[in-house]
């Protein structure tokens, strides 16, 4: 395994300790959603963002949306690594008088916008790509979106209005991993043919594994897929990557762990780690 | 009455409101207002985008779009993408104007409004056409006689129902000037054309259009006209009534109304909203802790209205001078009690 690979393989690990700690003294969170996303955001703040703490309202930063807020543990564990806040502020997440609240909001450095209400992300990133088009500038705009969240009509509108406009400043990363709230996207308001949808409403389409390190960094490295066409990454994901009694299990979507299965996790986590120190 | 009671007045106005004949002068539809002021605000601030959901010759911002091409943007009829996205573009810096009729933007585009740009404070302004019954023949569908209440519960958001051509060009400025979200409730109808370019407009100050001691009518934006139409219908009858435009509904010019209240011991709010939750509300809310005087309420009922030519309306939904006239006498009756 290259270095690069297993630097960036050993932070995932560390983010999914970081997010279990987070949800555990909070009380909340959403550690199925936090765990599938979390090699996405890993690759995205270490490799392909040309963003950073000294860079945060630098207009030609690329932006990140987040649109499935609920996640929100996921994005302060990386932004809490990457500098942007101390690490030690992880441990007020959700509590009165914090800045790290229960959903993304611009309070917190490195956060681009306010997120958790469903279905704004992509439009909110529609808006930024074409200001970076009007004013010349040569950022990107990238956003997440759950699998869930593509049951509001809204997505559906901003990617019309995407590809309308041949916006190929703009990358869509969607978490597909195949479950919501209530059970199995396929069976509360199918998505499928997915693909063919997107490609339908005028996306370049590629797919990965979205827990695939490396092929994660290749495919958003080569956005835009295509000239004059929004970009979008349909990452296959497994909801509650890494923590073996959370994957793919709807009641994991905001389960808080009891002290046993923390215990489990930590255990599971360390093996992780002691695998990837050896290769 | 002499003259001098009012301020601000454009020349023959006061005679047309002594005839009652205030809409056979010259009226504009303040949509309009709004799409020649951001022409003129496109030409000095180039950072002025224009968005609209396929209703730019409904709001009259085609102009812009000919003038500006590249800074006008018709996101189709997609109200929910186009609010969202005027977000995205306020946090990269722009200047974004959302066009469309109040009725699409406030209650389809409502979760955007509340979280894309009044939770996340992005500097993103509403030009909203059609409010109240003033879409008077196209029926409950597209009259948007709610837009207050909502906007006025938003937290963050600046709201304005101004009455004429130069008060809506100048509320235009004002909040582009001003930095956070802002709503113009604009309207389908013409309404005439009451001031003079001395009208001074500021965001949240309410101003005295009529000076009066006996009761005070506070109205805004279609109902200005017929405040000042009931004010000199009354003033036949020997009642010297003020009239207060209260163009911003949020922030209130608290200090004017509690004046008001206090000078005048009677207050009318007139407008063409829903009676629940818009400028009445506001002004009985704060003279029930602070001031409180007689007061009486017009505005729309709580029903869905009709279709009819617009005058004919604010008779039948008791929102006409008329209706005015007997909710001051109404006020000043209490007060002698």
């Known amino acids: 395994m290259e270095t690069s690979e297993r630097t960036l393989r050993l932070k995932s690990v560390s983010y999914r300790e970081a997010i279990l700690r987070i949800i555990s003294q909070a009380g909340a969170g959403h550690t199925g959603g936090d765990l599938s996303a979390i090699d996405i955001l890993n690759v995205l703040y270490n490799r392909i963002l040309n963003v950073s703490p000294q860079t945060a309202s630098d207009p030609d930063r690329d932006r990140f949306v987040q649109s499935k807020g609920h996640c929100v543990e996921a994005l302060y564990a990386v932004l809490a690594d990457r500098g942007f806040f101390p690490s030690a502020e992880l441990d007020t997440v959700c509590r009165y008088g914090s800045r790290l609240i229960g959903h993304p909001t611009r309070a917190v450095p490195g956060i681009e916008h306010n997120t958790g209400a469903l279905g704004h992300g992509l439009a909110v990133a529609v808006g930024m790509a074409l200001a970076g088009r009007l004013d010349g500038r040569s950022y990107r705009v990238f956003t997440l ?97 890494g923590i073996s009694f959370a994957e793919n299990q709807a009641g994991w979507h905001h389960r ?3 002290a046993a299965e923390l215990e489990r996790a930590w255990a599971e986590l360390a093996a992780q780690r002691a695998a990837l120190e050896g290769s | 009455m002499a003259a001098e009671r009012y301020a601000y007045l454009r020349p023959g106005v006061i005679d047309l409101l002594k005839q009652g004949t205030l809409f056979a002068g010259e009226r504009r539809t303040t949509r309009f207002s709004f799409a020649d002021a951001l022409l003129e605000l496109g030409g000095s601030r180039s950072d002025v985008v224009v968005l609209n959901a396929d209703v730019s010759k409904g709001m009259g911002t085609y102009t812009f779009a000919e003038r500006y091409p590249e800074r006008a943007f018709n996101l189709g009829i997609a109200e929910q993408n186009m609010i969202a996205a005027a977000a995205g573009m306020a946090q990269s810096g722009l200047l974004p104007f959302v066009a469309t009729y109040a009725v699409f933007a406030t209650l389809r ?66 909040v582009a000037a001003h930095l956070g979200p802002a709503y113009l409730s604009l309207t389908k109808e013409p309404l005439p054309l009451l001031y003079d370019d001395t009208f001074p407009f500021a965001i949240g100050a309410a101003v005295t259009v009529r000076a009066g001691v006996d009761a005070t009518i506070v109205a805004n934006r279609d109902m200005v006209a017929q405040a000042l139409l009931a004010a000199e219908a009354a003033d036949r009858e020997g009642l010297d009534v003020r009239v207060i435009d209260c163009h911003t509904v949020k922030p209130l010019d608290e200090e004017a109304i509690l004046r008001a209240a206090k000078e005048t011991g009677a207050i009318v709010t007139a407008e063409d909203n829903v009676l629940a939750g818009g400028l009445g509300s506001a002004v009985a809310e704060l003279l029930i802790e602070r001031g409180p005087v007689p007061m009486r309420r017009i505005g729309v009922p709580d029903t869905f209205c009709e279709s009819g030519p617009y005058l004919d309306l604010l008779e039948r939904y008791g929102l006409s001078a008329g209706h005015i006239l007997r909710a001051v006498r109404t006020v000043v009756a209490l007060k002698s009690r």
């Open chain 1, 145 to 241: 979106l759950g699998d869930g969240e593509l049951d509001e009509g809204s997505n559906w509108e901003a990617s019309m209005a995407a590809a309308h406009y041949g916006l190929d400043n703009l990358i869509v990363i969607v978490d597909r991993n195949g479950l919501q709230i209530t059970g199995p996207t396929e069976q509360v308001n199918a998505l499928e043919p997915l693909a063919d949808k997107f490609r339908s409403f005028g996306y370049a389409l590629r797919q990965v594994d979205g827990h695939d390190i490396p092929a994660l960094v290749e495919a958003l490295a080569s956005a835009p897929f295509e000239r004059g066409k929004p970009s979008l990454l349909l990452a296959h994901t497994v909801k509650g990557k």
């Open chain 1, 256 to 258: 808080v762990p009891s």
């Open chain 2, 109 to 174: 585009g409502l979760d955007m409004i509340r979280n894309s740009v009044c939770y996340t404070r992005t500097n993103v302004k509403f030009g909203c056409g059609h409010a109240g019954i003033t879409s008077a023949e196209d029926g409950a569908t597209h009259q948007g006689q709610e837009d207050l209440s909502i906007m006025r519960a938003m937290p963050n958001m600046v709201v304005i129902a101004p009455a004429d051509d130069v008060s809506t060009k100048k509320a235009v400025r004002a």
